[in-house]
C-alpha cells in the first residue's frame, strides 16, 4: 500500500517553509533547528546533511538519531487534526514537527515548547 504523497516530498523542499512561518513572528532559524533537533535527535551537522542531501520525509524519519521519548507528550490540532490520535507512525511525526515549528511561531517559551526540556 502507498504512503501518503507528502511522504515523499523532500525536507529540504518543507524546511524553508517552517523558517519563514517562524521569521515572520520574530522567532529565528535557530528555533525551528531547536525544536527539530529536539525531536528526531539529529545534531546540527546532521540536521545540515538531511537539507544538503534533500531526504524526503520518510528518510529523514526513518534515519532520524533517536526521536525524543517525550514526543508522545506533544497533543494539539494541525490543520484540524488532532496529532495524539494520527494512526500512521510517520504521518504522526511529521504532525508532531508541524505542531512543535506551530508553537514557536505562536511564541510559546522554548522550555514548554519542548515539553520541560531543557535540550
Not at 25 to 36: A, F, G, L, P, W
Not at 77 to 103: A, S, Y
Not at 106 to 119: E, H, W, Y
Request: proline share 4%.
Amino acid at each position: 500500500m502507498a504512503g501518503h504523497r507528502i511522504f515523499g516530498t523532500p525536507f529540504a523542499s518543507i524546511y524553508p517553509h517552517y523558517v519563514a512561518k517562524v521569521e515572520k513572528k520574530e522567532r529565528s532559524r535557530e528555533d525551528v533547528d531547536r525544536v527539530i533537533c529536539w525531536l528526531t535527535g539529529y545534531d546540527e551537522a546532521g540536521l545540515r546533511r538531511t537539507l544538503d542531501t534533500e531526504v524526503d520525509l520518510e528518510t529523514f524519519f526513518a534515519e532520524a538519531p533517536a526521536m525524543n521519548p517525550n514526543a508522545e507528550l506533544i497533543t494539539g490540532t494541525i490543520c484540524g487534526i488532532r496529532v495524539e490520535d494520527v494512526e500512521d507512525p510517520l504521518m504522526q511525526k511529521i504532525r508532531w514537527m508541524d505542531k512543535l515549528v506551530d508553537e514557536v511561531a505562536r511564541g510559546k517559551k522554548m522550555q514548554t515548547v519542548l515539553r520541560g526540556s531543557d535540550a
